[in-house]
């Protein structure tokens, strides 16, 4: 999509307690490796997360990772599809609308990811079919073998840079889909360019308990490897997702039925509290070894102290918090990911566990103070369209006036600036263009720059923009620092028509886009704390390393605990 961005490269984001990346000396070989990581059985699987926790625990054995996502789907990027279908939208700093598994995967290691990270089929044939018009085949057949698979090799290849050890690329859907065919035997052509030591072939799959057999299945695994078998790719390691631990005898099935030795037979079971606690999970399967092992690494081994520290505040808080999350798609897991995500980190730096109640917005419109008087803190996340609109304005009206916290992302900031102008500025029927386009007051409306790009076919602002933040507002005191930088995705915007009026009636401004004059973030003043972002901060916050606004979000509702 066409989009407006800010600028090319950009400093990456605020300063955090710490950065989130273990100061590890580097063991770099010089050599790129690849690993390539499939499922099979069923969509799921969590192979994401599997591949971003191997990320992990390579890091820690001081080895550079990269991480990326081919999608089979035909869409050229998730940014068009509903959160219904794909879940949430994760972006990145260069502005590129991604698969949520990226955001596992900068959750869970430390290299900057770009668009060249996440590949669809609806990008290759676009390049193909660009190409093929541009006569760039000099009169060939255009066919999926060599001209799709070319250029996914091409893709794998771009996905590191001298300085990565390692590129794990994760294939989605399932073996068997007819849309992965290209991908998979573009990977397997690869593993015959570089050589085969220097690739290895990771397949997750599950392993179905019969209860009233008693019994864990193994024969859909031996059949989605058989799968990949006739494709000519043969796994080296087997994960098998399983809610029963496996025995010896499974063990040994599996390696004899799946070409796979035993010891690469590895268990993933359900992990107990926490995704954070898969890396460790993983390493007592000594995951780490046989891939170091295969690859012929030189990565002496970790303590893993980072995340035995994640998990040990993870399982062992000292308070309690009670956070309302107010939106659109509540019901659905993943549509807030980074969101939930970004909460849980901002336990783990507050040593609480944070208790997350998800509040449909129209429900609240009848009656707020059932939904809303017992919170510790109110979170309005990101969204598109008016469905739910009112009801999130009460829910800011709720805690501006009640003193909750309030912390609204993106479409929060601009029901917080709504909510302002409605009931504290006087401006009957303010509003934002998207929900009312004859409002009176179009207090959040598109600029005029962007409404020229809508002519030409897009109309976002995605991707990492600076901020310049307020002396002695909330958020300099949380950031710690002058300047940011955060990610953005949005096509509304502050309308600077109105600010001065707002500012007035006791509206603080806490940070600004300093080349465009926009506005950034919103505070209430005389309240405990009250913040509204344009921005996405919920894409720069890893376990380790909370963001400094969910941080601080956390540790007001702790404080003004009732
Ligand atoms: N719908 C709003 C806009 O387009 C907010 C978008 C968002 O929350 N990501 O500006």
């Known amino acids: 999509m066409f989009a407006m961005a800010c600028h090319g490269a950009i400093e990456l984001g605020p300063k955090m307690a710490g950065t989130g990346c273990p100061s590890i000396t580097s063991f770099s070989s010089g050599l790129m490796k690849y690993i390539f990581v499939t499922g099979g059985v069923v969509s799921s699987l969590g192979k994401g997360l599997t591949s971003a926790a191997l990320g992990a625990l390579l890091e820690q054995r001081g080895l550079t990772v990269r991480l990326q996502k081919f999608d089979p789907y035909l869409n050229v990027d998730p940014g068009t599809m509903s959160p219904f279908q794909h879940g949430e939208v994760y972006v990145l700093n260069d502005g590129a609308e991604t698969d949520l598994d990226l955001g596992h995967y900068e959750r869970f290691t430390c290299g900057e990811l770009s668009r060249l990270n996440n590949l669809t089929s609806g990008q290759v044939y676009e390049t193909v079919l660009t190409k093929e018009r541009r006569g760039d085949y000099l009169g060939a057949t255009v066919q999926v073998i060599p001209h799709v698979t070319d250029i996914i090799k091409e893709r794998i290849y771009a996905g590191g840079s ?50 009233a057999a008693g019994e864990l299945k193994t024969k859909p695994s031996q059949q989605s490897v058989a799968k990949l078998r006739e494709i000519g790719i043969q796994p080296h390691i087997l994960v098998c997702r399983t809610e029963q631990p496996m025995n010896n005898e499974m063990r040994r099935k599996l390696s004899l039925f799946c070409n796979v030795p035993v010891k690469a037979v590895i268990e993933e079971m359900d992990v107990e509290t926490s995704i954070y606690e898969l890396p460790l999970a993983l390493k007592a399967e000594n995951i780490d070894d046989l891939v170091i092992e295969h690859l012929g690494l030189d990565a002496p081994d970790n303590d893993m102290k980072v995340w035995h520290d994640v998990v040990r505040r993870l ?38 566990s944070v208790r997350v109640i998800r509040i449909d917005a129209e429900d609240i419109e009848k009656d707020p103070a059932k939904y809303l008087a017992s919170l510790d803190g109110i979170l309005i996340p990101g969204g598109f369209g008016d469905r739910g609109t009112e009801g999130k304005i009460i829910a800011a009206k709720f805690a501006r006036e009640n003193n909750i916290p309030y912390f609204g992302l993106c479409l929060g900031m601009q029901i917080a600036v709504i909510e302002f102008a409605r009931n504290v500025a006087g401006l009957e029927n303010a509003n934002s263009t998207e929900f009312d386009p004859h409002t009176p007051h179009p207090v959040i409306d598109i600029m005029q720059d962007q409404k020229d790009l809508t002519t030409k076919g897009g109309n976002m602002r995605l991707g990492a923009c600076p901020c310049e933040l307020a002396d002695d507002s909330f958020s300099i005191h949380a950031y710690g620092m002058k300047t940011i930088s955060e990610r953005h995705r949005h096509r509304y915007e502050f309308n600077n028509t109105y600010l001065d009026q707002l500012k007035n009636a006791g509206l603080r401004i806490g940070g600004i886009n300093p080349e465009r004059q926009l506005v950034e973030i919103v505070e209430m003043p005389d309240h405990p704390w009250y913040v509204g972002v344009q921005f996405h901060p919920e894409f720069q916050s890893k376990p380790n390393a909370a963001h400094p606004l969910f941080a601080n979000f956390i540790a007001a509702a702790l404080k003004y605990k009732k």
Do not use: W
């Open 315 to 352: 399982k062992a808080p000292g308070h309690k918090v009670e956070i309302g999350v107010v939106g659109k798609y509540i019901e659905l897991q993943d549509a807030y990911k980074s969101v939930y995500e970004s909460i849980t980190h901002a336990g783990i730096a507050n040593d609480a």
């Open 162 to 211: 001298e300085d990565v050890d390692v590129l794990i690329t994760e294939l989605g859907g399932t073996i068997g889909d007819i849309e992965g065919l290209p991908f998979l035997e573009a990977m397997r052509q690869f593993a015959l360019e570089v050589g085969r030591d220097d690739v290895l072939f990771l397949h997750c799959t599950l392993l179905p308990y019969l209860k």
